[in-house]
């Protein structure tokens, strides 16, 4: 793999950090009038999402790390694993362990679309579609004619995930939900 | 106007001329106008690029605008309401076709070393080398830092400059970081660099000197930063000749050099220099 110096940084360059694939996220070139220049680099860990501030002196370089973003259609769980399935028409398959799946795992709806990032051509993380359509399996009874008032109730979707929904949504309903918030969107008629 | 492309480049260690075939683009004025300084005698100013080679960042352009001007028998302190004065007509005649920020009529000012050690509590001048590295390895991780004079910047740039928004004289700097300038000792006998730096909007906007005229300091300086720059593994740069034989004749003077693209970033509330 190819290193990078820092004069290459720039937002989504990925690269290894401490062991681990990171991608820069900020870069910015500081040089005190005569003094020596460096960069403050901010960089997101791509195993834990936790972003790292370092400071490089400048010319300092960093090998590249080799990542890659695939569109995976989610197959199912054998417990341990999470299988995914290529959608470029090659049908190739991949297991994701828990550590990968853990940040979308109550969104994973078999044959729904994800992106998976692959380390060295293994899952690290897998990213939910902004927004995702799920049914709700239990909340409380819904009340009939109140559509217009505020006031919410937690469901629980196919999915296992937690989202605060009106009060009129019932049972077996399908809800359109954003990912990033886990905040309901609207009801989605079958 | 004196020549951008000269036979030298700069002397300083890290500070990187663009060099042609014909000679070097200078990063400052400075030399070239030392050595017109030295044969009249005069006051001068200028308006001109520099280029520094390798500096492309949000604040920082290879080819700048410097305003850089010499007053023959001058103090700091005279040369700070110099700078008070134009900062005050640049900020009238901008306004009139520009929103700009307020800037105080007359600046504040503080030493180096009280605001070294408001954000570190720690001498920049009499803590030695040891101390300085291992704060910057627990501020900032700025361990990659080992010049002492790199140290103390890396340090000032983290934390100090960032609060110096409002129009701020920053005076006295360590003697290791003395560039041009002449060295003199404080008020608590440090030895420190006669110097000072403009900061606005958080931001080194100008910088200024009273001038060194000691014709062998600045060869024992030049060949130290030569050393270092061997060190470094870098090129050795030829000494100015032209230079060290103006230094027997300069007047004693002071001398600021300002940043045109930065000063109009700070009052236009720019954030990147490019759009200035």
């Not at chain 1, 937002?11 to 990171?22: A, H, I, N, Q, T």
């Not at chain 1, 003094?35 to 370092?54: D, I, M, S, Y």
Request: proline share 3%.
């Amino acid at each position: 793999m190819a290193s990078y110096s820092t004069n290459e940084f720039k937002s989504g360059l990925k690269v290894m950090l401490e062991g681990d694939p990171c991608s820069i996220v900020e870069n910015e070139f500081v040089k005190p009038g005569k003094g020596q220049a460096f960069n403050r680099v901010k960089l997101k860990n791509l195993k834990t999402g936790r972003v790292w501030e370092r400071t490089f002196k400048s010319g300092e370089s960093l090998e590249g790390a080799d990542v890659m973003d695939y569109d995976m259609e989610y197959l199912y769980t054998d417990g341990e694993y999470w299988h995914f399935m290529k959608t470029d028409g090659s049908y190739e398959q991949l297991a994701a362990d828990q550590a990968a799946v853990e940040d979308c795992i109550n969104w994973l709806k078999e044959t729904e679309k994800f992106t998976v990032t692959l380390w060295n051509d293994v899952p690290i993380s897998v990213t939910p579609p902004n927004f995702v359509e799920l049914e709700v399996v239990e909340t409380d009874p819904g009340l009939k004619g109140d559509t217009a008032q505020g006031g919410s109730k937690p469901a629980t979707l196919s999915t296992g995930a937690v989202v605060k929904v009106p009060l009129f949504i019932n049972i077996g309903e399908v809800v359109r939900v954003d990912t990033r918030t886990s905040e309901y969107q609207n009801r989605v008629k079958q | 106007m004196t020549p951008l492309l000269r036979d030298y480049g700069s002397n300083e260690v890290h500070l990187d001329s663009l060099k042609l075939d014909q000679g070097y683009l200078q990063t400052s004025p400075e030399y070239a106008m030392k050595c017109l300084l030295a044969e009249t005698g005069q006051s001068i100013y200028q308006l001109c690029s520099a280029f520094r080679a390798g500096e492309v960042g949000s604040r920082h352009r290879v080819e700048f605008q410097m305003l850089e001007w010499y007053r023959v028998d001058y103090s700091l302190s005279e040369l700070v309401r110099d700078l008070e004065t134009l900062i005050s007509e640049i900020v009238y005649t901008l306004a009139k076709d520009f929103t700009v920020s307020a800037v105080d009529r007359h600046f504040m000012s503080a030493s180096y070393a009280a605001l070294f050690r408001e954000h570190y509590d720690m001498c920049p001048h009499a803590s030695s080398d040891d101390q300085l590295k291992a704060l910057a390895c627990d501020f900032a991780h700025l361990d990659a830092f080992s010049r002492r004079a790199d140290v103390l910047d890396a340090l000032f740039a983290e934390a100090v400059e960032p609060q110096l928004t409002k129009a701020t004289i920053v005076t006295d700097f360590p003697a290791c970081q003395a560039a041009l300038a002449e060295t003199r000792i404080d008020e608590e006998g440090n030895e420190v660099a006669h110097r000072f730096e403009f900061y606005l909007g958080g931001m080194e906007i100008a910088n200024a000197y009273q001038e060194l005229t000691d014709a062998d300091e600045l060869r024992r300086r030049f060949e130290e930063n030569n050393k270092l720059r061997r060190e470094m593994g870098k090129e050795e740069v030829t000494n100015d000749a032209e230079l060290l034989s103006a230094m027997t004749t300069l007047p004693g003077c002071a001398g600021i050099a300002l940043g045109v693209d930065r000063l109009l970033m700070a009052l236009l509330g720019e954030t990147d220099i490019t759009l200035t």
